[in-house]
């Protein structure tokens, strides 16, 4: 799956009251790992900040005089994001910003939601963390994302930490390999179900108490980070896995 990581900064808090988006910033994932591709860029907004939003992003109109406008980078934007799924926090947001931005340049241009899938991770959050504070700085925090960096707001560097403050929120199997894994054990049980006479005696591998220790020491540090270990409910996994590394 290829997801965007995306965030964006703006000259206000609202879109309906005529407030642009100045700063764009993406980050991609394939199956849940960097890719290295971005798609950053500063944008003349062609009106002036609301009081405080300057303060918030560091950006000045003097800075971003000589930037492009959001016409000129439209094309290119939407190529990047096309057909993937979007990870954002707090998306409505950020896509009515987007929308708004889109529908200024004509209706051939259509919404965001047309050209890609969108995910709210602020709503993860809320379900896996009810009651508590879920800004990104807070998830950082808490999920172990370091962001001791982020002196102000900016679209890449805070796309560049929602990705990681994501994948430790909804990590699973990919993060510890249980993907491959399964697929091989998988593989294993159908060739013995074809073929059992081509199956000789296994050797046993035999676990001292310092491995056990080092194994159980890594499933409770991924219960701290993720609030759950995939491992506690895959007995059967865990047992064909063990198996097939006997082999």
């Not at 703006?10 to 100045?22: F, Q, Y």
């Not at 944008?43 to 005089?65: H, M, S, Y």
Request: charged residues 25%; negative net charge.
């Amino acid at each position: 799956m290829r997801q965007i990581v995306l965030d964006t900064e703006t000259t206000g808090l609202s879109w309906e009251k005529g407030n642009r988006v100045v700063e764009i910033g993406c980050v991609e994932l394939f199956e849940r790992r960097p890719t290295g591709r971005t798609f950053h860029c500063y944008l003349n907004p062609e009106c002036e900040f609301e009081p405080g939003a300057q303060e918030v992003t560091g950006l000045t109109l003097e800075f971003l005089a000589d930037k492009p406008k959001f016409a000129d980078i439209a094309e290119d934007f939407l190529a990047f994001i096309e057909g993937a799924e979007l990870v954002i926090h707090n998306a409505a947001f950020d896509v009515g910003f987007l929308d708004s931005e889109l529908a200024r340049l004509g209706p051939q241009y259509g919404r965001v939601r047309e050209r890609a899938a969108v995910e709210d991770s602020l709503e993860l959050a809320r379900q896996r963390y009810p009651g508590q504070r879920n800004s990104l700085d807070a998830l950082c925090k808490r999920l172990g994302v370091d962001n001791s960096h982020r002196q102000l707001h900016g679209a890449l560097l805070d796309a560049q930490l929602l990705a990681e403050a994501y994948l430790a929120l909804t990590s699973g199997q990919s993060e510890i390999g249980f993907d491959s894994l399964t697929e091989t054990v998988s593989q294993v049980v159908i060739d013995r179900r074809i073929a059992p006479e081509l199956m000789g005696a296994r050797p046993r591998v035999h676990v001292d108490e310092a491995e056990l220790a080092a194994h159980e020491a890594r499933l409770a540090a991924i219960r701290a980070r993720a609030g759950a270990c995939v491992w506690d409910s895959h007995d059967d996994v865990a047992v064909a896995a063990a198996d097939a590394l006997a082999l």
